[in-house]
């Protein structure tokens, strides 16, 4: 890539952990450190990210701080109380991306983010201002209505799975998020009622979300798998 340009990192990590059995899944441990850190140490070892800012329950705020002091989050400069909702969260962690000519949002629930999904992303959303990595659905999808009756099959071969990081042109999201006065589930659907083309590009199938202990469980299969393969 040519010069780089300014990317800012907002990590939402406000969630209920309502499917977690309890357990707050932000600070539950994966391998050898919390969940919430694995993306945030993949930030702030990333040289295309210049500030972090990460949304947390209002009781895991002092718990955040602590954690940002012991990993030494050098670029996290806010940790603030996340919204009822996931685009209360990001919609509060905009003005702290002033300055920024990109905006990377990134769930905190996802632990494998790499180096090479931020780049590729980056390099993606260039194209059109907005780029979301997702991978294709691979499992056959059906309809209904009512949750009991199959009423259609649908083709997968249009089919993708949205997944986080998700990348935009700041003022373009901050604009998406002025007008929003809907419920959306990710930033990309912010973005395209403005009328604005959402690029995606190949995430990764490694890249799950933790939202049940079964998640979490996986999540261990795949860190091990992954340290093995980095003492080869």
């Known amino acids: ?55 947390l329950r209002k009781e895991d705020l ?6 940002a002091r012991q990993r030494g989050w050098t ?4 940790i603030y109380p996340g919204g009822r909702r996931r685009q209360n969260s990001v919609k509060r962690g905009l003005p702290e991306m002033a300055g920024c000519n ?8 996802r632990p494998f983010l790499t180096l090479e999904l931020i780049q590729e992303g980056l390099e993606a ?12 659905v691979t499992d056959t999808v059906k309809l209904s209505s009512d949750g009991e009756l199959i009423e259609e099959t649908v083709s997968r071969d249009r089919l993708w799975l949205a997944q ?41 199938y490694q890249n799950i979300k933790i939202t049940t202990p079964a998640d979490l469980a996986l999540a261990e299969v795949i860190a091990r798998s992954d340290e093995s393969r980095h003492r080869l």
């Not at 406000?14 to 930030?43: E, I, Y």
């Not at 990109?102 to 629930?109: F, I, L, Q």
């Not at 935009?168 to 083309?197: C, I, M, P």
């Open 1 to 55: 890539m040519s010069k780089s340009p300014k990317l800012g990192a907002i990590i939402v990590a406000a969630g209920a952990s309502q499917r977690m059995g309890g357990l707050n899944k932000a600070f539950a441990p994966l391998g050898n450190k919390p969940l919430l850190a694995w993306s945030v140490d993949t930030c702030q070892e990333c040289p295309l990210v210049s500030r972090i800012v990460i949304a």
């Open 62 to 67: 002092a718990s955040g701080q602590n954690l």
């Open 75 to 78: 670029k996290v400069s806010h």
């Open 102 to 109: 990109w905006v990377m949002v990134h769930d905190g629930a």
């Open 125 to 136: 959303a260039r194209e059109t201002g907005a780029a979301i990595a997702a991978v294709p």
């Open 164 to 204: 986080t990081p998700q990348i935009f042109r700041f003022e373009l999201l901050k604009r998406a998020y002025e007008k929003l006065a809907v419920e959306t589930t990710d930033d990309a659907a912010a973005v395209e009622r403005l009328g604005y083309k959402v690029k995606l590009y190949r995430g990764s």
